[in-house]
């Protein structure tokens, strides 16, 4: 291979057939660790808020994580069959510098998240060993810091046990998957018994009606529209990505039936378990908790310590599948001869420790989680330009030499592919009023643009598709 150290390392090179070890098992596993996560455990309180019986709201994050499932089977497919990492694979749309603006987008809002998570399993430790001990790592605020020295603590000792899997690579993390996907598994049904036992049934919530009748019926399909937008937005990050696993995948079947198995089906068993649990609490304990680590610390004894481990073990499997491999590559993928995989994962969590996640959760709030999820609205332009590229215009053909040096037939313009950067811009600009209107940037915008930003993912993918194919003329250029 003709590579050139600027756009080349082991970690970014082709997967070589000893490392195709993942199975479709692997894959269900990996997908099971990440959905046996916080937020998916109370996924469907949004939607029960906003109207909707616990029924359209299980139906509703089923149905979502299926259409997801889509663009995530496509991408995976790109991995799996050249076993290259995402990017990479976005060379050949964006041309190898645009790759790097395009990928360094995606890792950035990894990076986020990864702090926030980290500082969510902290938190979870805090507040149990509190429970237990009688408040024994409780303390005055640290200056600068903005919390005590035993928050401080809990949140160091999570963050570092990142840092071990980091440094034992992707492997390391298929171990970890495999290895709790059963266990978190099998507490989600242990915590369903216990909730359906204590409270004889699962009580009057699981019953509800929904909300849309009478006057309200005309708000239904909307609400139905911005709930579907959010479901596929939560997993948008991945769908991107996930050919950062599927290049190690056996076989293309490995990766489809095994994210085919472990996605949908999960995402709304997991769900359900938070309706259900959630129901039972207003039996048990007079008012519904929906929050893991409230619900722990009414446990309490040995039952929040179970609880303790559980939801640390959540946190842990999906930050480091969701917010720890893709930006490892991306950071990678700035300067190869420099960045290995791992030197990209300490980036990333170096940057998740120093933005002081708790800072952002206590002073922005709902403003710093509508900043993230409005990158559904750049992530859903990158996925349709991807794939539109690879399966229209390449017709699943690409040449891999080329992808790794610069002259060749994925350079563009000094490194640069216009047309992609073209249909990338116009894929955002109709969702960018909606956006600042929803992190409250301007007062008000015509309506319009509110209702467009409600399936911003949606809206940025086709139009980016489409635009960068009329671009492209439409012709195969992968040969």
Not at 44 to 57: D, F, H, R
Not at 105 to 111: E, H, I, P
Not at 274 to 285: C, E, K, L, M, Y
Not at 428 to 436: D, E, H, K, S, T
């Amino acid at each position: 291979m003709n590579e050139q150290s600027d756009l080349w390392n082991q970690d970014l090179a082709p997967a070589t057939p000893a490392q195709r070890i993942w199975t479709w098992k692997s894959f269900s596993a990996l997908w099971i660790g990440m959905v046996a996560c916080i937020p998916t455990y109370m996924l469907a309180s949004g939607l029960i808020s906003s109207g909707l019986s616990p029924a359209q709201a299980i139906l509703l994050v089923f149905a979502g994580n299926v259409i997801v499932l889509i663009p995530m089977l496509l991408t995976g497919a790109m991995g799996t069959a050249y076993g290259i990492p995402f990017p990479v694979l976005l060379r050949s749309s964006f041309g190898p510098r645009g790759a790097q603006l395009a990928a360094l987008a995606r890792a950035l809002v990894a990076c986020g998240w990864f702090g926030i998570n980290s500082w969510i399993g902290g938190s979870a430790i805090y507040g149990v060993v509190n429970l237990l001990t009688h408040d024994a790592l409780a303390g005055a605020v640290l200056p600068l810091l903005g919390i005590n020295a035993g928050q401080a603590l809990c949140f160091g000792i999570f963050w570092a046990v990142h840092i071990y899997f980091i440094q034992h690579g992707t492997e390391s993390i298929r171990w970890l998957e495999s290895l709790s996907a059963p266990f978190l598994l099998a507490m989600g049904l242990v915590l369903l018994g216990w909730a359906y036992s204590q409270a004889h049934g699962f009580g009057d919530m699981l019953h509800a009606p929904s909300a849309f009748v009478g006057a309200k019926a005309d708000q239904f399909w909307p609400t139905i529209a911005a709930s579907l937008t959010a479901m596929v937005g939560f997993w948008a990050t991945l769908a991107l990505n996930i050919c950062d696993f599927t290049r190690f995948a056996r076989s293309q079947k490995d990766q489809v039936l095994g994210q085919s198995i472990g996605l949908p089906l999960p995402m709304a068993l997991f769900s359900f378990i938070g309706v259900a649990v959630t129901s039972a609490t207003i039996v048990i304990f007079g008012k519904p908790i929906w929050q893991p680590v409230d619900l722990a610390a009414h446990l309490g004894g040995f039952g929040a310590v179970v609880a303790l481990v559980v939801i640390c073990l959540c946190t842990l499997t999906v930050n480091m599948a969701a917010n720890v491999v893709s930006p490892s590559y991306d950071f990678s993928n700035l300067a190869p001869k420099h960045i290995s995989f791992r030197g990209g994962g300490y980036i990333t969590a170096a940057i998740g420790l120093l933005i002081f996640p708790w800072r952002l959760m206590e002073t922005a709030g709902t403003y710093i989680f509508s900043w993230l999820v409005g990158y559904s609205a750049l992530l859903g332009p990158i996925a349709g330009i991807m794939i539109a590229d690879y399966y229209i215009l390449r017709r699943r053909r690409l040449v891999i030499e080329d992808l790794f040096r610069h002259g060749g037939r994925y350079d563009g313009a000094h490194g640069w592919n216009i047309r992609g950067l073209i249909a990338l811009a116009v894929g955002i600009a109709p969702n960018v009023p909606g956006f600042l209107h929803s992190v409250a940037l301007v007062p008000a915008v015509a309506p319009i643009w509110d209702t467009i930003f409600t399936g911003a993912w949606f809206v940025g993918f086709f139009l980016a598709a489409l635009v960068y194919v009329l671009l492209s003329g439409g012709t195969e250029r992968g040969t």
